[in-house]
């Protein structure tokens, strides 16, 4: 079956250090991986997109890597501050579909 | 910055009841869709919505649920019979090329309690 799965529902960083999010995901063949942002009680925001022929992906303090072979996707937010903490979903379709599926989520909080 | 939005965005309503949620998807947008999420759990697909009609759906959205573009800027989700199991947040989304290769934009969502 297909599965998105992101590697811990809870993560805690102090504040300036990078925080490391992991995304897998099986039986999918995307084309395109995404990554959002969601605070408590709103929509998920977009973040940044990446292409399967793309390895990495970057905006300003966020970086994103995408490894087709690995099945992987990691998440990266350099110099860490608490208004960084959320949770972050990735997200991904497969190859000429449009429904787009959400990954369960880690919530991250940077502590001062 | 233009913005999904969403009405209302809370709704209480007793079992067996019929509820319509509300959204105004950005304007040059021509993709359109409605993601549930249930407390504490993740973003759900239901539904998928170009060129007036659904193109994609999840096997949550059974006969009781429907989805209408009445005009040119509105979109609305229907719940013909709602149930305990229907409560949730409801989220509506739009993009301009297709959410497969373009960002999703989301509204903030419709909170709905079924009792």
Not at chain 1, 16 to 42: I, M, V
Not at chain 2, 12 to 19: H, L, R
Not at chain 2, 59 to 73: A, K, L, N
């Amino acid at each position: 079956s297909q599965k998105i799965e992101q590697n811990s529902e809870a993560l805690n960083i102090q504040e300036g250090k990078t925080a490391t999010l992991t995304c897998n995901y099986t039986n999918y063949s995307p084309a395109y991986l995404q990554w959002y942002r969601q605070d408590p009680g709103r929509g998920p925001v977009f973040l940044l997109l990446i292409r399967e022929n793309e390895k990495e992906k970057r905006k300003e303090r966020l970086k994103v890597t995408f490894d087709t072979t690995l099945k992987q996707s990691l998440f990266h937010i350099t110099a860490s501050q608490p208004a960084d903490s959320a949770t972050y979903l990735c997200a991904l379709s497969n190859f000429g579909n449009e429904k787009l599926t959400f990954g369960t989520g880690t919530r991250l909080t940077i502590i001062p | 910055e233009p913005e999904v939005t969403q009405t209302p965005s809370h709704q209480v309503t007793q079992m067996g009841q019929e509820v319509i949620l509300r959204c105004v998807p950005i304007s040059n947008h021509l993709y359109f869709y409605w993601y549930r999420q249930i407390l504490g759990q993740k973003v759900e697909f239901l539904v998928s919505f170009y060129n007036n009609e659904i193109s994609e759906k999840s096997e949550i959205f059974d006969d009781q649920f429907s989805v209408e573009r009445p005009d040119g800027s509105n979109f609305t989700l229907k719940i013909r019979s709602t149930k305990l199991e229907d409560s949730a947040m409801y989220f509506c989304a739009s993009s301009d090329t297709g959410g497969k290769n373009s960002p999703l934009h989301f509204g903030n969502g419709t909170r709905l309690t079924v009792t």
